[in-house]
């Protein structure tokens, strides 16, 4: 079988009859190695297993392609979706007891 993330991603690679050895995973952040998708602006390159790589937004930045700036509003985002739930609950709590009263 082949190494995780292919033979590149490995610094030693042993082959010994019919078993491989894979040694000293390569960091494909250092910079040595051309990334085939660049991170976008605002985002630093992290390690994220053999051969991959993840691109993580940096501080103040997130969101698509970390375009967004400040802080995620928690609060807005847990108000709309608090009020959705509640409502939708009661709407269908409403319409079912109607139902189960009926014989």
């Given amino acids: 079988l082949e190494c995780p993330g292919g033979s590149d991603a490995w610094q030693e690679v042993t082959v010994d009859g019919s078993s491989r050895q894979c040694q000293g995973q390569k960091d494909p952040c250092n910079g040595s190695v051309e990334l085939a998708w660049p991170c976008p602006e605002n985002s630093v390159c992290a390690p994220d297993g053999p051969g991959l790589i993840q691109c993580l937004c940096a ?27 509640v409502s939708l609950s009661l709407l269908l709590w409403g319409t079912q007891q109607r139902k189960a009263k009926t014989p």
């Fill in 59 to 85: 501080s103040p930045f997130h969101g698509y392609k970390c375009l967004r700036e400040d802080t995620f509003p928690v609060l807005l985002f847990s108000g709309i979706l608090g009020t959705a739930t």
